[in-house]
């Protein structure tokens, strides 16, 4: 199987050593795992036309996004948001990142139809925080024709290195996604 996991961290940070656990994990399995940290490409802002709304590769924005990125990320079997939990929700980049591939508009070319999609959530405050965050990646599976495949959640703090993933758990949402 191969699984892309979707960095959504504004900085190199608890995402990022999380991120490294949850591969590692995964690659024992022998499947493919690749890490897309958005933070370090030029991610413009979605400009609100349709075409991105179509799959399409929107001709108004030419970035690195447009050209490069948008058109590998399409032929994976599974898909992994990693994000922090920035005002109960996910990060900017995050959001900006799924605005730019949402592909509800044309019913055939839905490449996420059938795919799995499952989110890791972390932050500082209480699983209050976290939910609003899965509630979207669920509506986003219904609309975008996505099989859910799980969440994991975890404590973590501003301070890079501090947090607490319960091994049991992680080791439960990876079986789910592989
Ligand atoms: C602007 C901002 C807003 C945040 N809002 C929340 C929040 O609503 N709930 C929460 O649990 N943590 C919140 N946090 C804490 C981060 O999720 C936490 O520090 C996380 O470890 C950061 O991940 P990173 O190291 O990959 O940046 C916030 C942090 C920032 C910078």
Redesign the pocket.
Known sequence: MRILIING???K????IAINKIKEEILKTKDIVDVLNLKDIEMKLPDGCEICAESGICPNILDEFSKKIEPSIRNYEAYIIAT?????GVTPLTKIFWDRIVSWCHTDRMYLKGKKLAIIV????DEN??DLAISWIKGVCSWEGSVFAGSFKFK???K?GDIQIDEKALSTFINDII
């Open positions: 961290s504004h900085r940070g608890n995402t990022d922090p939990i920035w005002s109960d972390h932050g500082m405050a925080s976290w973590s703090s501003s890079v």
